[in-house]
């Protein structure tokens, strides 16, 4: 079932960051862009989001911010982000709550699947992709960058 259209889910998580961020706590500043992914540390992941870290200027000036989650723990998406040089923050879903309240949790294999979601500055979804498998990187920044200019 599409989110496109309807309010995100609201959620509260900890992060990389340290401090817990809320989704909502964005609405009316900034577009969200949340990028789910199976597992830190895993060959796709490790090229998807330092990609969009890379591009983080492009995203601030564009008026979004990017935000990762997955199930790993605060503390390995710290070791991550140190070894691999990503600056978005990290977000720890462990029971994977918030992958089931997008509609991308893969519950047999524990871990969410390769999705974005494009949230607007009044909290509704615009675009949303769900990768077919996990192993799969389709959609990049420079896609992403284009659908936030045409909101």
């Not at 890379?54 to 503390?75: M, P």
């Not at 949790?105 to 949303?128: K, M, P, T, W």
């Not at 990768?131 to 389709?138: H, L």
Request: proline share 6%; aromatic share 8%.
């Amino acid at each position: 079932m599409s989110l496109v259209g309807q309010p995100a889910p609201d959620f509260t998580l900890p992060s990389s960051a340290g401090e817990p961020v809320t989704l909502s706590s964005y609405r009316g500043n900034q577009t969200v862009v949340l990028v789910f992914y199976p597992l830190d540390f895993s060959p796709v992941c490790s090229m998807q989001l330092p990609e969009y870290s890379g591009r983080q200027d492009d995203f601030t000036e564009a008026g979004a911010v990017v935000l990762g989650i997955n199930r790993d723990s605060v503390h390995a998406h710290r070791a991550w982000a140190a070894e691999y040089g990503i600056e978005v923050p990290l977000l720890s879903d462990m029971n994977l709550n918030v992958a089931r309240q997008y509609g991308v949790s893969i519950d047999d294999r524990g871990v969410s699947g390769r999705a974005i979601f494009l949230i607007d500055r009044s909290g509704v979804v615009r675009y949303e992709h769900l990768e077919a498998e996990t192993g799969q990187y389709t959609v990049r920044p420079e896609t992403v960058l284009a659908k936030i200019r045409e909101l």
